[in-house]
C-alpha cells in the first residue's frame, strides 16, 4: 500500500483580481480626464489676467493628468500576466511620486505667487527627486509628498476660514478636495491591507473628488 501523499495546498485563484486592475484603470484615467480639463478650462481666463497664481493652479492640474498617467503605466505593468523583471522595477511610481510633489508644489506656490518664483518651484522638485534617486526609496518620496499635501491642506483651510473674497474661496475648497483626495488615497492604502477590495474603494472615491472638482471649475467659469 503506497503510503498517503498530501497534496500541496494551491490557493484558488482570486478571480476579482483581474478586475480589480481593470477598474483601478478605469477610474485613474477618470482623474486624468478630470485634471486635463481642469487645465484647459482654465485657459481663457488666464489668458485674459496673466495671474501667475492662476498659471501655477494650471500647471498643479496639468502635473497631476501626467502623473496619473505613469500610475495608469504601472498598474496596466503590475497586473500583466506576463512581465518582466525590467518593466516591474522601471521607476514608474518614482516617477509618479515626483511628478504629482510637483503639482502639489505648483498648487502651494500659487497662494503666495507674488513670493515665489517659477524656477525655484522646478529646483525643488528637481533636488527631491535627486534625493529620492539617491536614497532609492519610494519611502523619502512618498514622506515629502505627504508633507506637502498637509502643509496645502492646511494653509487652504486657514485662507478659506480668512478669506473675504467669494472668487477666491473656490481655489481654496479645491485645494482641500485634494488634500481630501490625498487622505482618501493614505486611508484606502491602510484598508487594502485588510481588505481585498479596499484599493477600490479608494480609486472610486478618489475619483469621484476629481470629478468634483472638475464639476466645480466648470460651474464658475461657465
Not at 486635463?36 to 492640474?61: N, P, V
Not at 493628468?65 to 514608474?92: D, G, P, V
Not at 523619502?140 to 496645502?152: H, K, Q, W
Amino acid at each position: 500500500m503506497k503510503p498517503y501523499m498530501l497534496k500541496p495546498y494551491m490557493p484558488a485563484p482570486n478571480r476579482f483580481i483581474p478586475y480589480c486592475g481593470a477598474l483601478e484603470i478605469l477610474f485613474l484615467v477618470l482623474i486624468v480626464l478630470s485634471s486635463l480639463y481642469i487645465y484647459s478650462k482654465t485657459k481663457k481666463i488666464y489668458e485674459l489676467s496673466e495671474h501667475k497664481g492662476i498659471k501655477y493652479f494650471r500647471y498643479g492640474f496639468m502635473c497631476f493628468a501626467i502623473s496619473h498617467s505613469f500610475l495608469i503605466l504601472h498598474s496596466m505593468l503590475k497586473n500583466m500576466i506576463f512581465k518582466t523583471r525590467i518593466l516591474e522595477n522601471f521607476f514608474l511610481f518614482e516617477v509618479y511620486s515626483w511628478i504629482y510633489l510637483t503639482g502639489i508644489l505648483f498648487l502651494i506656490s500659487s497662494m503666495f505667487s507674488d513670493e515665489i518664483n517659477e524656477k525655484y518651484i522646478y529646483f525643488g522638485s528637481l533636488f527631491i527627486f535627486i534625493l529620492g534617486i539617491f536614497f532609492e526609496s519610494k519611502f523619502f518620496m512618498i514622506i515629502y509628498s505627504t508633507i506637502l499635501i498637509i502643509i496645502l491642506g492646511i494653509i487652504s483651510i486657514i485662507k478659506l476660514y480668512k478669506d473675504k473674497k467669494k472668487h477666491f474661496s473656490l481655489i481654496y475648497i479645491i485645494y482641500i478636495l485634494v488634500f481630501s483626495s490625498w487622505l482618501v488615497s493614505f486611508v484606502g492604502r491602510i484598508f487594502t491591507n485588510i481588505y481585498v477590495r479596499g484599493n477600490i474603494i479608494n480609486d472610486i472615491l478618489r475619483s469621484l473628488i476629481f470629478l468634483y472638482m472638475a464639476y466645480l471649475v466648470n460651474k464658475k467659469l461657465k
